[in-house]
């Protein structure tokens, strides 16, 4: 069977159909944890983090997520990194993230490079699979 990462992030079983169609590198944040370095991978049917196999080994999980499941896409705007400081306890910097609101009610949360094409990218893929793709 087909696997969807590579050689440093951890893997996740390919479906028979589904495609890659977008690959980010992101760091997820689980909620009141660390954020956990590694992939995200848009495909036809779900977004998959897979996070580096160091994170793995550490704890850091994998995280697959229907496509049809995501009912929103939102920007968070100027989130402070506590960790991010220096040695006066200055906040660290911010930075904008995508969240994701899904129809089970858990919500997930990723900082990457460009935020608003992430943001376009993800909901243009969710109106794709209305319907049934």
């Known amino acids: 069977m087909a696997t969807i990462g590579s050689w440093w992030v951890s893997s996740h ?3 028979p159909d589904e495609e890659v169609l977008a690959s ?6 689980p909620t009141a944890s660390r954020p956990i370095g590694g992939k995200l991978y848009r495909t036809n ?3 998959l983090f897979s996070p580096h196999l160091l994170d793995a080994w550490l ?9 049809t499941g995501i009912e929103a896409v939102e920007k968070l705007e100027g989130v402070t990194d506590p960790d991010a400081g220096d040695e006066a306890n200055e ?35 969710m109106g794709s699979t209305a319907g049934g793709a």
Do not use: K, Q, W
């Open 13 to 15: 079983e390919a479906r």
């Open 24 to 29: 980010y590198h992101v760091n997820h944040v």
């Open 45 to 47: 049917e779900r977004l």
């Open 59 to 67: 704890g850091g999980e994998r995280v697959g997520i229907e496509l």
């Open 91 to 125: 906040p660290g910097a911010t930075t904008d993230r995508v969240h994701l609101i899904c129809g089970d009610d858990s919500t997930h949360t990723f900082i990457v490079d460009d935020v608003e094409a992430t943001l376009e990218e993800i909901r243009e893929a």
